[in-house]
Antibody
Framework: QVQLVQSGAEVKKPGASVKVSCKAS????????ISWVRQAPGQGLEWMGW????????NYAQKLQGRVTMTTDTSTSTAYMELRSLRSDDTAVYYC??????????WGQGTTVTVSS | EIVLTQSPGTLSLSPGERATLSCRAS???????LAWYQQKPGQAPRLLIY???SRATGIPDRFSGSGSGTDFTLTISRLEPEDFAVYYC??????????FGQGTKLEIK
C-alpha cells in the first residue's frame, strides 16, 4: 500500500539544524511531489514548501526562505527536509505529504521536533 | 496570499445530526484546488474532498463538498461517532503559497 514513513522525534537546541526524512513506498516516487506541512502545538496546519521528486524543483514558503532546504534521493525513494537556525517557535509536528495537483493525498505519520535550551 | 476563514470555530452536534462547515476565501479560488481534510488527535490529516466536491478514495458518501469562487462548504449528512474531529480547508490558487484555514472543531454535544 502507499505509505510515507518519517524519521523519529528530535530534540534540538536553539540555533541548531534538524533534518527529517520521509521514505515513500507503494508507488512510483518520481511521479509525484512531496510537500512538508508543520503544526505547532495546539495550532493549525502551515505549508512549508514542496519539491518535485521528478526533477528536484522546489518552492518554499516565504517566511522560511533561507532556512529550509528540501531534497530527494530517488535511489531510496526518500525525501528530506532540513531546517536551520532553529528557534523555539519551530517546535512542531512536521508532516510530509504526497502531492498531486496541489492535493495532499497521502501523509506521513509526523515527526515531533522540539527546540529547547 | 489567499486567506481562508473557516466557520464556526467549534461546532457542537449529536451523532445522527447534519453538520455544515464553511470555508471562505479572501479572493476567488479555482474549485479544482480546494480540498478538505480531517484530523483526529495525535493523527496526521486525512484527505476527504478534493476539487471542492470529489470524495477521496474510501471516504463515505455522507461526506460531501460544494461551493465555488470564495465560498465553500463541507457537509456531513448524518454524523457518526468517528466523525468528531478537526476539519481544515486548503487551497492552491493561481500562485503560491498553499494555505489552510484555521480549522473547525466538530465536537460531541
Amino acid at each position: 500500500q502507499v505509505q510515507l514513513v518519517q524519521s523519529g522525534a528530535e530534540v534540538k537546541k536553539p540555533g541548531a539544524s534538524v533534518k527529517v526524512s520521509c521514505k515513500a513506498s507503494g508507488y512510483t516516487f518520481t511521479s509525484y511531489g512531496i510537500s512538508w506541512v508543520r503544526q505547532a502545538p495546539g495550532q493549525g496546519l502551515e505549508w512549508m514548501g514542496w519539491i518535485s521528486a521528478y526533477n528536484g524543483n522546489t518552492n518554499y514558503a516565504q517566511k522560511l526562505q533561507g532556512r529550509v532546504t528540501m531534497t530527494t534521493d530517488t535511489s531510496t525513494s526518500t525525501a528530506y527536509m532540513e531546517l536551520r537556525s532553529l528557534r523555539s517557535d519551530d517546535t512542531a509536528v512536521y508532516y510530509c505529504a504526497r502531492v498531486t495537483y496541489a492535493i495532499f493525498d497521502v501523509w506521513g505519520q509526523g515527526t515531533t521536533v522540539t527546540v529547547s535550551s | 496570499e489567499i486567506v481562508l476563514t473557516q466557520s464556526p470555530g467549534t461546532l457542537s452536534l449529536s451523532p445522527g445530526e447534519r453538520a455544515t462547515l464553511s470555508c471562505r476565501a479572501s479572493q476567488s479560488v479555482s474549485s479544482s484546488y480546494l480540498a478538505w481534510y480531517q484530523q483526529k488527535p495525535g493523527q496526521a490529516p486525512r484527505l476527504l474532498i478534493y476539487g471542492a466536491s470529489s470524495r477521496a478514495t474510501g471516504i463515505p458518501d455522507r461526506f460531501s463538498g460544494s461551493g465555488s469562487g470564495t465560498d465553500f462548504t463541507l457537509t456531513i449528512s448524518r454524523l457518526e461517532p468517528e466523525d468528531f474531529a478537526v476539519y481544515y480547508c486548503q487551497q492552491y490558487g493561481s500562485s503560491l503559497p498553499v494555505t489552510f484555514g484555521q480549522g473547525t472543531k466538530l465536537e460531541i454535544k
